[in-house]
């Protein structure tokens, strides 16, 4: 999964440009899900569903008026990142999310300056009238607006990465946020996350999981040992394991 976020202070467009890069993403046949970061309550205000929340409580929705639509609400805060591995999707927009180092942004700017308050150096763009010194500048104004999302939704799908926000420095970054910077300014690569590229590979239910060197080193030797016991076993060459969890 590939994320990109979408990232500035209220008021500057940010869900406009979220909404209108899912359309053009989807257009172009992928499956986009769209994540906020929101600084108010998540209610459903007038329905019935909405008696039901409670602070703590976790309420389960499945729409039956043909929608197809189903939601889970909880009551308390979860990390976006442990929320991430529920949805499937090709591209995830992440609106808001200024803390979030594991992933590149699109920046919606109302004044030069905010580019120092929004970690610009994870910025492959901005968005709007307003751009920041040696960011890309797209802007949605005059008779190529159109031409300037659609080379928008070009470089996003070309840049979008999202990394595990593990923090385990095994790429030798200090961080995630450290190895993203890199990556958005072309010295790295996302397959330097030795979180999601080492020794072993665990996916569950398609979805690859993150490990951290200890884990992987855990796993990896522990699976070797058993396999060892096992005939028709050889060293040097590649298993492959499933398992129903």
Sequence with gaps: ??????????????????????????????????????????????????????????????SRDGTGEAMIRWGEGRRLLDLLPLIDADIVLVEGGKQLGCLPRVLCLREPHEANDLNHGLAVATWGDTG???????APEGADGVGDLNA??????????????????ACGEGDCAGLARRIVHGQRRPADCAALHGEIT????????????????????????????????????????????
């Design 1 to 62: 999964m590939r994320a990109m976020g979408i990232t500035g202070f209220g008021k500057s467009g940010k869900t406009t440009l979220v909404c209108a890069l899912a359309d053009t993403l989807e257009a172009r046949g992928l499956r986009v899900a769209v994540a906020k970061s929101s600084g108010h309550a998540l209610d459903m205000a007038g329905t019935d569903t909405q008696r039901c929340f409670k602070p703590g409580r976790t309420v389960l929705a499945v």
């Design 152 to 169: 928008l939704t070009d470089l996003v799908m070309d840049k979008a990465f999202l990394l595990p926000g593990l923090n385990c420095g």
């Design 202 to 245: 665990v996916t569950i239910n398609g979805r690859q999981v993150a490990l951290n060197p200890f884990t992987s080193r855990l796993l990896a030797g522990g699976v070797r040992g058993m396999l060892a016991a096992l005939k028709g076993y050889a060293p040097g060459g590649e298993a492959e394991l499933r398992l129903k969890c």
């Design 132 to 138: 920041a010194p040696d960011i890309p500048a797209f």
